[in-house]
């Protein structure tokens, strides 16, 4: 079975500090995205990294893909109170796979 | 127009009951899930199918039973529900098997 496992678990910081992020696992994922979930929301894709070493940019968030595809990380910048809330990362086996592998989440909270 | 749709949102029951729960996609995806969402928000993947096959069954109880009548529904029926089994039950979908999931925003389950 593959795991994937987030740090921290829960996260609280002031408005317009920096953060990251991680999610890591013993496997390899042939690519991984990232979502957010508000309260009372579905998590909603942020991103989706493929290629090894990969690093993508979404306004202050920046998403990177380990050299080996065994984890990832997500940094942002300047925190906002509007970035609130649990991120989840989830990984795919294969390809072909039809699964994605969740990981816990880290719940962030941002403070005004 | 709301692309991944679920009903009901909230669902109070009592143990021993049975109940359904409906999705809709109007994404044109042919893969579709249900995930179950525990009070730790640690998000498991039950069933896929795609186009109509079932792909994916998880080590579920057969007390769940999907149903795909075409590749835009899959439904989900619950026999005999049991206090674990509440929770939050997530459908999603994609456009191709493990990829970037659209998710509903969720049918809040409680057994009373």
């Known amino acids: 079975t593959q795991l994937l496992e987030q740090s921290p678990q829960f996260l609280s910081i002031q408005e317009g500090e920096n953060l990251t992020v991680y999610c890591n696992s013993s496997s390899v994922f042939s690519s991984l995205q990232w979502y957010r979930q508000e309260p009372g929301e579905g998590p909603v894709l942020l991103v989706t990294?493929?290629?090894?070493?990969e690093v993508k940019k979404l306004k202050r968030l920046t998403f990177q893909f380990g050299d080996a595809r065994k984890d990832s990380s997500l940094h942002i910048t300047a925190a906002q109170p509007g970035d609130t809330g649990l991120y989840l990362c989830a990984g795919r086996a294969g390809a072909g796979s039809y699964q994605l592998t969740f990981g816990k989440g880290t719940k962030l909270s941002v403070i005004p | 127009d709301t692309a991944v749709s679920q009903t009901p949102k909230y669902l109070v029951t009592q143990m021993g009951n049975d109940k359904s729960i409906k999705c809709e996609q109007n994404l044109g995806h042919d893969t579709m899930y249900w995930y179950k969402q525990d009070s730790k928000k640690f998000l498991k993947i039950m069933f896929s199918?795609?186009?109509?096959?079932?792909?994916i069954n998880e080590t579920v109880p057969n007390r769940f039973s999907p149903k795909s009548p075409d590749k835009a529904h899959l439904n989900l029926h619950i026999n005999s529900l049991e206090l674990g089994d509440s929770a939050v039950y997530f459908c999603?979908?994609?456009?191709?098997?493990?990829?970037?999931?659209?998710f509903g925003d969720g049918t809040r389950l409680s057994i009373l």
């Open positions: 999603a979908s994609s456009q191709v098997g493990g990829g970037p999931q659209h």
């Open positions: 990294v493929v290629t090894g070493g």
């Open positions: 199918y795609n186009n109509k096959e079932l792909i």
